[in-house]
């Protein structure tokens, strides 16, 4: 007994001298009200994973979301898409220094930092697949994004569906949250430009009258653009064709994807119908954008574009100024705070006053119905 609290104390020790030698933030992140929880939303990431440059900041990104879960009371990060540059290329594709595969391996190791610390939730882009020529599309997400990685994705994970191979996916799923100030939340995950068959296995579930009191958070990749408005036209995406000139793969025109919704069929299709869906999240338009509708019952849907992969130089810069953006949600059960920071320039005192953005369309109050 003696021997296991010396055990005991020694391990004590040396947990409270790792924390004495934390890494300090010159800019902070803090809740407003103390009983608050968050969510952090994280943009884009293809520009820092076809990199290697790059790719650190991705790690600076999730090691700044796993050391403040506590102190922001994160409860889910979500990601919006395109996790990579190219689904599947054996040399570095059309752009970018990593192959297909060392991508996929470093965006699930990124992310796999946050493995037993909080729940992640990524969508597909249309970066994320590999077509052929009728637009049919396949992705090794499920390959590296499995529901063993991380626990607590198990813990919450209520439902899933099928991929366009009729087979279980990750990439159109349904994640319940119960009791966050007394409200139950559903975040459905849905693969970039969801299929008919996708949509109408949403709409099934959301009549579950298990859910009918949920508040739903929709995360999908396409939706709003930079001028607040949703998409709309035919979903296409390329094939990476197996030519290289002058260093550079070529690509195929793009190819209409067959049973695809755009942002305005998703609306009127899913969103529109079902009064849980309050708030919708997406990316793949470069820039923010946000815009509120009443749906069928009357009730507000706040409907977000976050993607910052312009940022720090565009395509060939340093992949977005290490962005992300953080929701707190308020004890009132209503209102939301946005507010968007860069961990990245939050290291330095010299950019530190760079990692709040501060304009309007970045810092924002969102008030539920």
């Not at 994970?157 to 191979?165: E, F, H, K, S």
């Not at 953006?325 to 004890?331: A, G, K, M, Q, T």
Request: charged share 20%.
């Amino acid at each position: 007994m003696k021997i296991r609290y010396q055990i005991l104390g020694i391990v004590s020790l040396l947990l409270s001298t790792l924390s004495l030698k934390a890494q300090q933030y010159a800019s902070t992140v803090k809740l407003d009200h103390p009983n608050s929880w968050s969510m952090v939303l994280v943009p884009d990431v293809q520009n820092y994973v076809k990199y290697y440059q790059n790719q650190p900041i991705l790690d600076v990104m999730n090691q700044w979301i796993s050391a403040n879960v506590d102190p922001l009371q994160i409860k889910m990060v979500l990601c919006v898409g395109d996790l990579v540059e190219q689904d599947q290329v054996i040399l570095p594709g059309h752009d970018g220094d990593v192959p297909s595969k060392e991508q996929w391996e470093f965006v699930s190791k990124s992310f796999g930092i946050l493995n037993h610390k909080v729940p992640y939730i990524l969508a597909t882009g249309n970066h994320d697949y590999t077509i052929d020529r009728e637009g049919n599309r396949t992705s090794q997400y499920d390959d590296y994004f499995t529901i063993d990685q991380n626990y607590l994705n198990r813990k919450h994970l209520v439902q899933y569906g099928w991929d366009a191979r009729n087979q279980p996916t990750l990439s159109n799923a349904m994640y319940e949250f119960r009791d966050l100030h007394g409200q139950d939340f559903l975040v459905l995950n849905l693969e970039y430009a969801p299929r008919n068959q996708t949509v109408d296995w949403a709409n099934t579930i959301l009549n579950f009258e298990e859910y009918k009191n949920h508040k739903v958070i929709l995360l999908t990749h396409a939706y709003l653009n930079r001028t607040n408005e949703r998409l709309e036209g035919a979903n296409k995406w390329v094939i990476f064709e197996p030519y290289i000139k002058e260093k550079k793969q070529l690509k195929s025109e793009r190819i209409v994807l067959p049973n695809a919704n755009n942002g305005a069929q998703i609306w009127e299709k899913l969103v529109y119908p079902n009064k849980q869906i309050e708030l919708v999240l997406s990316g793949h338009i470069a820039g923010t954008g946000y815009r509120t509708d009443p749906n069928k019952e009357g009730r507000t849907v706040h409907q977000m574009l976050f993607d910052m992969q312009a940022e720090g130089g565009g395509h060939y810069g340093n992949g977005g100024d290490g962005l992300v953006r953080i929701l707190e949600f308020y004890p009132d059960g209503r209102t939301i705070k946005v507010k968007t920071f860069s961990p990245l320039f939050a290291l330095s005192p010299k950019t530190a006053p760079l990692a709040y953005k501060k304009e309007i369309e970045n810092e924002y109050t969102i008030t539920l119905d």
